[in-house]
């Protein structure tokens, strides 16, 4: 593995990351996910990515990951770094939703719960809910911090100048922004127009999520859609109706250029998101050991020729 600093703190993330989002909940295979957080921790993935409502059911994504470390891996909890957040939707009523004091108090205290740990390395207010004031999250960030709930605060899903505005308050309370969390693939490259920007003046660092784009960013879809994935699954994030006749065009187009360079084009996808100095790291959803073992052989090429990105940027646009 290899590791990178956190844009200007001391804490380094391993470059890829592993998320629980998908394929750790209640509905999912324990032992698969027991043997992806053991393979992935063995081969130096050092951070796990959780927020209160992973599963399904919400909450079992963070149950399950505390049982995994529980039992075989709690002597190596200071060789971790485990993220949790909220702000999405958890429980009913005004309190369980939103980016509220109350909501993040409540929420933190039921992740450290179900998880068993005494302390997450960060947490994130998993988005900006258009309505509670930038200050009212950040001021309960900076207080879980205080109170030795999280070592480090990160924001996600923050438009840029909100982002601007959460940093330079944390700043302000000495209790710096450690990392911003948001969508960046190939096919989705919006933090290139703002928050790569506001991370670099900042000082923050950038951790990229569904760098696959929920796995479209690999051959799986080139000829239709398998039954084992996450396009085939109608309560799934991602809808069938998402694999357009002109996405795997590009991805077929994309596919042949990984194949030039040996690569998986899931593993030509994380190294193009890993190219530029402000990403820290990507985390990576798996659902099998096979697809883990394969996203990890990214850090072997890392490296792309001038022609080589040329191509891909002509692919994409
Ligand atoms: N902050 C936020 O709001 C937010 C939002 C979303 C995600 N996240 C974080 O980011 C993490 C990753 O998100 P994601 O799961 O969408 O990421 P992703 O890596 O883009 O997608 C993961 C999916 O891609 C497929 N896949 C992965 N490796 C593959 C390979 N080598 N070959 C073929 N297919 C492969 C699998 O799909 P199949 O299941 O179809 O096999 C897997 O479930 C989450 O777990 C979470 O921690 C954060």
């Known amino acids: 593995m290899k590791y990178s600093y956190c844009g200007l703190s001391g804490l380094q993330l391993p470059i890829i990351s592993l998320g629980l989002w998908h394929n750790f909940g209640n ?43 529980k039992d075989n891996l709690a002597s190596h909890r200071d060789e971790m770094i485990i993220s949790s957040k909220a702000g999405y939707l958890m429980w009913p009523g005004p309190y369980g939703d939103g980016s509220s004091r109350k909501n993040l108090m409540a929420s933190i205290d039921q992740s450290l719960k179900r998880t068993g740990l005494e302390y997450f390395d ?34 996600s899903n923050y438009p840029p ?20 969390q948001g969508k960046y693939s190939m096919l989705h490259r919006e933090p290139e127009e703002g928050i790569f920007d506001v991370v670099e003046k900042e000082g923050s660092g950038f951790i990229g999520f569904s760098p696959l784009a929920q796995g479209i960013l690999s051959d799986k879809y080139l000829n239709g859609i398998p039954p ?48 530029k100095d402000v990403v820290t790291s990507l985390i990576v959803g798996t659902r099998s050991m096979k697809q883990l073992q394969d996203n990890l052989k990214t850090i072997d090429n890392l490296s792309f020729s001038d022609d080589e990105l040329k191509k891909i940027e002509q692919v994409l646009s």
């Open 228 to 275: 084992e994935s996450r396009a085939a699954n109608p309560d799934g994030f991602l809808q069938k109706e998402q694999i357009t006749k002109e996405i795997v065009s590009i991805v077929r187009q994309l596919n042949l250029i990984a194949e030039e360079r040996n690569q998986s084009l899931a593993q030509m996808a994380l190294a193009w998101a890993l190219r």
């Open 161 to 180: 100048a909100e982002a601007r505005q959460a940093m330079t308050y944390l700043r302000e309370q000495h209790v710096p922004c450690l990392i911003f």
């Open 27 to 69: 509905n999912d295979n324990f032992d698969e996910a027991k043997k992806m957080i053991h393979f992935a921790f063995e081969n130096g993935v050092t951070h796990f990515d959780l927020a209160n409502n992973y599963g399904p059911p919400p909450g079992s994504a963070e149950t399950n990951f505390g049982k995994i470390l």
């Open 122 to 155: 960060i947490f994130y207010s998993h988005r900006y809910d258009g309505v509670t004031p930038v200050e009212e999250t950040m001021q309960a960030l900076v207080d879980i911090v205080k109170q030795g709930k999280a070592l480090y605060i990160g924001i």
